[in-house]
């Protein structure tokens, strides 16, 4: 019997395009849960989840003009935790399955290819797999409400759609825009990732921000906007410095509507250009402030996402071989897509959970893996009283999280630290 | 415990400042870490085109050795199935040896491939009794070895001053056409300076022009504004 299959949403197309044999594009959610984890209950909790989120249990496939997703032979086995978060997910591994179960004493992760899901997607995928891993092992039955989806029902088609091509303007968006500075530093071999994980009370994060007029996002691009600022001011003279951005995705399921299950994200690059002189934090958080409110609009996330369904729809695109689409791709995403932004911040916002489900849930994480060509990245995901603020890095210096949780703590929010650290393999 | 530099507070029994690496006085000895992560590294992902690469190279070696078979029961020696067998392992060595290895390393396939058309040639002369190989074959092939392998050396070594670089290696590439043209004379007795001094002037003009404008900063950045991508 042939397996299930989807094409690619519009989104999910340059991820398989642009992967590397030491690199791919993944993303990870993790829960803290208040006892060690059991791995044979979470492989329940697994399994069980299988026929309510078809779109996630896939594995990569290459057709002569597409990849696709199809569905998988057996749920991924659970298994143990490395010594580092978003460990490479080669192609041999994405042909079997695109997602991986993880646990480390109390906390359990998934991390998924980004061809699959986006941060909205992922959640909901986690928020279910807890509330099952709850139900197994504690025997409380949580309600299918705030993101936890009810297992015993089928998938809605809504849940499977590429909503992309449902909210595509008629109008292109250009994307040209100018290049970032690019932050660099000392590679890690063998694709060791860093990963500093603050820790800070919501409240303090939100006073901070209202304090300075912003949202929670405008505020900590805008601190880490002033981070990289410093950092390129003490390394390029003025005249031959670049714009900072920061990379910001935008959920498109508030401005569109809808409830897929699969990518439905774009990014803007707002940001500062150090050359027309100093900013002061006030006047940063106003520019993100501001920029974020005049690009994220139905009307021009229309445009934007026009710019990426159009070429996909064209006949001579969807009649050439996979391979040099790939490499079209590639060169689009190095030369386009990778260069407009310094790093991303990606806010998954407050994470809410139904009440049967709170007192199991000590922490939510979101990490964002790092990109191909720059160094660093951010995501911030609230839950309760705690905001985790997760930056990753591939490069030994630490220097742009020093300046950037240094600059929190001086501005009123106490940061608590965590780390991974690096041991000989 | 609180880091005495960044201000930040620590996990329990951290022993430095993930941020700063400033040392943690801990009042508690005993105090052990708590760890984040397990002590667990993956495997290093191994070589996903080995599998394509053993399956070309094994055609390539059973095209290899049809040709041999049918030109030693047509011809009685090797005859032209060397030429396609030497072919055949330059082409090789070119495109399908470095896929063997995880990485692409160009400091040493780049030479290595021109290494092998050097052979290659030196086979030819030989098995033709020409006399071209030393004087003409040999110097024009290391000559574009050393171009190409310098090339991709400062492009891959120096990221400052890339189109003033790239100034002096277009002029570079114009004068090794002479160069090219005084061994063609030397061998084959040809009138020299004739066809180079084509590339000469079209590689020097481009080449003097990235000079300029890497010495002049409103050009470089009204260049670099109209062909930003």
Known sequence: ?425 | MYCVKCGVKLQDGAESCPLCGTPVWRPCENESARECYPSLYPERPHNERIPAVAFITVVLCAVCLSCLIACLRTYGSAAWSAYVMMGIAVFYVIFFLPQWFRRYHPMIFVPVSFAAVCLFLLFICLNTGGKWFWSFALPCVALLGVITTGTIAIYRYVRKKRLLITGFLLIAIGGCSMLLELFQHLTFGSVMFTWSLYPVAAFGIFGLFLILADMIPPLRSHLEKKFFL
């Open chain 1, 1 to 425: 019997m042939s397996r299930q299959w989807m094409p690619l949403d519009n989104a999910a197309l340059i991820f398989p395009a642009i992967r590397r044999s030491t690199w791919v594009n993944t993303f990870r959610m993790a829960v803290t849960m208040p006892d060690d984890i059991d791995p044979v209950l979470l492989q329940r909790a697994v399994n069980d989840l299988r026929p309510r989120f078809p779109s996630i249990y896939v594995r990569l496939g290459a057709g002569l003009f597409w990849y696709f997703l199809e569905a998988v032979r057996e749920p991924p086995k659970v298994r143990p935790d490395y010594a580092y978060p978003l460990t490479h997910m080669g192609g041999g591994e994405l042909r079997v399955c695109c997602f991986r179960v993880l646990y480390y004493k109390r906390r359990m992760a998934v991390e998924f290819f980004h061809s699959l899901t986006d941060g909205t997607g992922g959640m909901i995928f986690i928020k279910t797999l807890a509330a099952r891993y709850v139900d197994l092992r504690y025997g409380v039955r949580v309600p299918p409400e705030k993101g936890v989806l009810d297992i015993g029902k089928p998938p809605l088609p809504s849940e499977l759609e590429d909503s992309f091509q449902r909210c595509s303007g008629e109008f292109a968006m250009s994307r040209a825009e100018e290049n970032a500075w690019r932050l660099r530093g000392t590679p890690e071999p063998a694709g060791f990732l860093h990963q500093i994980t603050g820790l800070a009370d919501t409240d303090d994060l939100v006073r901070a921000a209202h304090a300075h007029n912003a949202t929670v996002t405008a505020f900590v691009c805008a601190v880490m906007a002033q981070a990289i600022i410093g950092m390129q001011a003490d390394e390029v003279p003025l005249k031959r410095q670049k714009p900072v951005k920061i990379t910001i995705p935008v959920n498109l399921r508030n401005l569109f509507g809808g409830d897929t299950l699969r990518n439905f994200a774009l990014v803007i690059n707002p940001g500062v250009d150090p050359r027309l002189g100093s900013y002061t934090l006030d006047e940063l958080c106003r520019e993100f402030t501001h920029q974020m409110a005049v690009e994220i609009t139905p009307q021009k996330m229309a445009a934007r996402v026009a710019a990426n369904v159009k070429p996909q729809n064209k006949a001579a695109m969807r009649l050439a071989p996979l391979f040099l689409k790939n490499m079209a791709m590639r060169m689009i995403y190095t030369f386009v897509g990778e260069s407009k932004g310094c790093l991303n911040i990606s806010n998954l916002g407050r994470v809410e959970l139904p009440e049967a489900m709170q007192p199991f849930i000590k922490r939510f994480e979101f990490i964002i893996g790092v990109q191909y060509s720059y160094p660093n990245n951010c995501s911030i995901a609230s839950c309760g009283e705690v905001t985790c603020i997760s930056m990753i890095r591939n490069i030994e210096e630490p220097e742009l999280e020093r300046r950037f949780f240094s600059s929190l703590v001086e501005l009123g929010v106490p940061i608590e630290i965590e780390s991974n650290l690096k041991r000989e393999a």
